[in-house]
């Protein structure tokens, strides 16, 4: 069993900042993507940033430029770095990893329990 836990959601007014993290602890082997999701009230749940084991990232359009993921392997934390908040970006955010049990293999995903985001305007 891997358990997420996630820290660092608020309530910000509008170009502010937060920085979200997630710790990662259980049965982990490795951890082959690390990522960020958001769901907005009436709308579904959806990738804002991901970053693989090798570096490579991934955001949402609409945050480019203004949110960072990060990774810190050694400890299985990631953070997203969120600058230029705006009304639009207020969510739950909840972590994924996409993790391996063992050597031999296999992909499992397990999520945070989500932390809220509030951007005012």
């Known amino acids: 069993q891997v358990q997420l836990v996630e820290s660092g959601g608020g309530l910000v007014q509008a170009g502010g900042s937060l920085r979200l993290s997630c710790v990662a602890s259980?049965?982990?082997?490795?951890?082959?993507?690390m990522g960020w999701y958001r769901q907005a009230p009436g709308k579904v749940r959806e990738p804002v940033a991901t970053v693989a084991s090798g570096g490579g990232t991934n955001y949402l359009y609409s945050v480019k430029g203004r949110f960072t993921i990060s990774r810190d392997n050694a400890n299985n934390t990631w953070y997203l770095q969120m600058n230029m908040l705006k009304p639009e970006d207020t969510a739950v955010y909840y972590c994924n990893a996409m993790y391996s049990k063992s050597r031999a293999g296999g992909t499992f995903s397990s999520w945070g329990q989500g932390t809220q985001v509030t951007v005012s305007s």
């Open positions: 259980g049965s982990i082997f490795s951890i082959n993507v």
